[in-house]
């Protein structure tokens, strides 16, 4: 059975093992420049790997986005009258308001939302609720869906602001 004198003599021994490697450390790191050189580069490695990694990722999340968008579409498509839009809008926001507040089913939520945004008659109004109202990973998965396939609407008004752009261009001739 240990005494806690020896207990307190063991923590001792590890504090001062501790210190002692800390002190070297900061000795080696501020004295040797091969040292030096060496830390840069491991983090210089670390960094390229994880950027490497999330582009991997972003990608892989795009790909599943895609799929379930397609297969989402598929299943139930967009409604095309005024009336069924309506109640169509609020039974997605809602059905994704309950699948964002269960942990693991943003994707499912960020569809949903990414469905009422289709059949919504102002698609920048929306969005600027989503962005204050929806939780940031939702949002962006949201905002990934867009990008993936965007909504008529929102076709139609960046068709709308293009043409004005076009429309300010002197024509040369």
Do not use: W
């Not at 504090?15 to 790191?29: G, N, P, Q």
């Not at 309506?86 to 949903?112: C, H, M």
């Not at 939702?138 to 076009?166: C, F, H, R, W």
């Amino acid at each position: 059975m240990l005494s806690t004198r020896s207990v307190g003599y063991i923590f001792l021994g590890a504090a001062a093992v501790a210190l002692t490697y800390c002190i070297y450390f900061d000795y080696e790191r501020r004295h040797n420049g091969d040292f030096r050189k060496n830390l840069n580069k491991r983090k210089r490695k670390a960094q390229k790997k994880a950027r490497i990694e999330a582009e991997q990722d972003k990608t892989k999340k795009l790909e599943i986005l895609k799929k379930k968008l397609n297969e989402s579409l598929a299943a139930s498509p967009l409604p095309a009258s005024l009336q069924e839009k309506e109640s169509y809008f609020l039974e997605q926001v809602t059905t994704g308001e309950k699948l964002g507040a269960i942990p693991g089913k943003e994707i499912d939520a960020a569809i949903y939302f990414y469905k009422g945004l289709a059949v919504y008659p102002n698609p920048t109004g929306i969005l600027d609720i989503y962005q204050r109202t929806l939780p940031p990973n939702i949002y962006e998965l949201v905002m990934m869906l867009t990008a993936i396939q965007p909504p008529k609407s929102v076709v139609n008004i960046l068709g709308d602001s293009v043409g004005s752009l076009d429309a300010d261009k002197p024509s040369v001739e």
